[in-house]
């Protein structure tokens, strides 16, 4: 059976990226020390701040990677499979906020102090946001997976596709860097969502 195109939504690549703490804000950049918004995200509230730290692991080292805000209950740091093999760690896939049993043995450097985390470095689950009204208009609820479909000279269709519905979310399909990369995708190309 042929699959069912519900609706199109814009991509958003996912870049390597780190949410910190409210604790790991004032651990690496100083006591007090608030993140500083340089650009809006696709999802209102959220944004790109100055702040960059870097990653050390087991067996590399990547520097200047960005900070989202505004800050988290806990740390997480979401990276592509080709950063995970850079860093040396084996990090699950998982949907954002999961942290229980994933990888650790990596530290975040600031300006002002390191923390090294013992959980909370994901491969982020590709997901798709959307609100309630577009959830309805596609048949789909929330946790739903779903299919995407990308076309162009490296057309291919990604499978096992989180959706995560509320309210404050923009339509907005996230991919990783590596993802997006074998698609041939840029930020702002549509791609099909399937059934």
Same mark, same amino acid.
Not at 15 to 36: E, I, M, P, Q, W
Not at 55 to 62: D, N, Q, R, T
Not at 177 to 191: H, R
């Given at each position: 059976m042929a699959?069912? /195109?519900l609706g199109?939504? +814009?991509? %958003?690549i996912?870049? !390597?990226h780190v949410? *910190?703490?409210?604790?790991?804000?004032?651990k690496l950049?100083?006591?007090?020390h608030?993140?500083?918004?340089?650009?809006?995200l696709?999802?209102?509230g959220q944004?790109a701040a100055?702040?960059? /730290?870097?990653?050390?692991? +087991?067996? %590399?080292?990547?520097? !200047?990677?960005?900070? *989202?805000?505004?800050?988290?209950?806990q740390?997480?740091v979401?990276?592509?499979?080709t950063d995970?093999f850079?860093?040396?760690v084996?990090?699950?896939?998982?949907?954002?906020?999961?942290?229980e049993g994933s990888?650790?043995?990596?530290t975040v450097?600031?300006?002002?102090g390191?923390v090294?985390?013992?959980k909370g470095i994901i491969?982020?689950?590709?997901h798709?946001?959307?609100?309630p009204?577009?959830?309805?208009?596609m048949g789909?609820?929330?946790?739903?997976?779903?299919?995407i479909r990308c076309?162009?000279?490296?057309a291919l269709t990604f499978e096992q596709?989180?959706?995560?519905?509320?309210?404050?979310f923009a339509l907005?399909c996230?991919?990783d860097t590596?993802?997006?990369?074998?698609?041939?995708?840029?930020n702002?190309?549509?791609?099909?969502?399937l059934?």
């Amino acid at each position: 059976m042929a699959d069912k /195109v519900l609706g199109k939504a +814009p991509v %958003g690549i996912s870049n !390597r990226h780190v949410h *910190l703490s409210a604790a790991d804000v004032d651990k690496l950049f100083g006591s007090g020390h608030s993140l500083t918004n340089i650009k809006d995200l696709s999802q209102p509230g959220q944004f790109a701040a100055d702040e960059t /730290v870097t990653l050390v692991g +087991p067996k %590399g080292v990547i520097p !200047r990677v960005r900070v *989202l805000g505004p800050t988290r209950g806990q740390t997480q740091v979401e990276i592509s499979r080709t950063d995970a093999f850079a860093l040396g760690v084996r990090p699950p896939v998982r949907d954002s906020g999961d942290h229980e049993g994933s990888a650790g043995q990596v530290t975040v450097v600031g300006p002002n102090g390191a923390v090294t985390l013992s959980k909370g470095i994901i491969l982020a689950k590709r997901h798709v946001h959307m609100t309630p009204a577009d959830a309805e208009r596609m048949g789909l609820q929330n946790k739903d997976l779903v299919k995407i479909r990308c076309g162009g000279p490296r057309a291919l269709t990604f499978e096992q596709v989180l959706v995560r519905v509320h309210e404050d979310f923009a339509l907005d399909c996230h991919l990783d860097t590596d993802e997006a990369n074998a698609a041939m995708l840029n930020n702002g190309d549509e791609v099909e969502i399937l059934r």
